[in-house]
């Protein structure tokens, strides 16, 4: 693809989408859980600086590989592994490559910087811009999604927000993604929210914007398969049920059952009392850990408020996790 790409002027930027042990708590980390083990387990950590060591090694002489985003999306739930964890990474591909850039994901789901200091050199530090009115759930643009109103104003004031610590910085503003999605499959077929925001809705900030749109084949790309095609005959009947069932955040309508399709402890939480559990206390000042320590709660997820974050576990004795 390196090679494709190069053949006609484009540069890459070579993206770990999947960690070992799963970086955040989405479907899009190859993750099953919904719990994101890599910030708890040392050795998850210690395979992905080992490969970045062997990527840096090989694309180190090649100029149109524009950079490495080590980590997308990562979703350290407590806000204290994923800084020294960028400064450990930064160091073992430098030693490797000390020429490329680094493109690197804010914590929850590439949203929020403040717990950076000051940025690492030659690094581009990149932020996610989906709309929430862009979600298969979402309603119109300008309109309400999720209770809230979804209109010029917001979004650009969610765009400044998630790019203050890059002007505060004075480094490169730089969306690694954004898209629309699409109301129904096919050549005619109604776009959601494109593209992102109304090109006149667009910030006038200094900054380079990356669509995604090569990737949900019929919902989030610029290509459609074919209704009668073999792929789609032979999904249609899961297809159905999936977005019947609500059973995908991203790109599957509310359903008639997600609410019942919820994890145990949402629905439970729901039925019993409207109020947010108690916040955890931070860390002791000064401690430090390759593994996660307790934080206050905070959203986890950046599409849909129908899951529950998923709670911690709690340690009982050296190497050993039990299940809340």
Known sequence: MVDLCARHGIYTVIDLHSLPGYQNQQWHSDNPTHLALFWDHPHFQDRVVRLWEVIADRYKDNPWVAGYNPINEPA????QVLP???QRLAGAIRAVDPHHILFLD????????????EPIENAVYTCHD??????????GYPGETDGVRIDKQQVEE??????????KTNTPVWVGEFGRLHRRPGPRRTVRH???????????????LVPVDDKDVGLQGMVHIAPDSAYQRHFAEFMAKKHRLGAEAWGSPNGTIRDLAAPPSNTSSRASSPTSPPAR???ASGSTSSCATSCSARPWSKSTPNFPRPRRRR??????????
């Open 194 to 208: 494109a593209p992102r925001r109304p090109a006149g809705d667009l910030p006038a900030t200094r900054g380079e």
């Open 158 to 167: 969610a765009f400044l927000r998630r790019t203050a610590y890059m002007r």
């Open 76 to 79: 350290d739930d407590s806000g």
């Open 84 to 86: 020294a964890y960028y």
């Open 130 to 139: 989906y709309a929430r009115a862009g979600f298969a759930r979402g309603g």
């Open 281 to 283: 206390s931070a860390p």
């Open 315 to 324: 340690r009982t004795g050296p190497g050993r996790l039990l299940l809340p």
């Open 106 to 117: 804010g914590n929850s789901y590439s949203t929020e910087f403040d717990l950076f200091d």
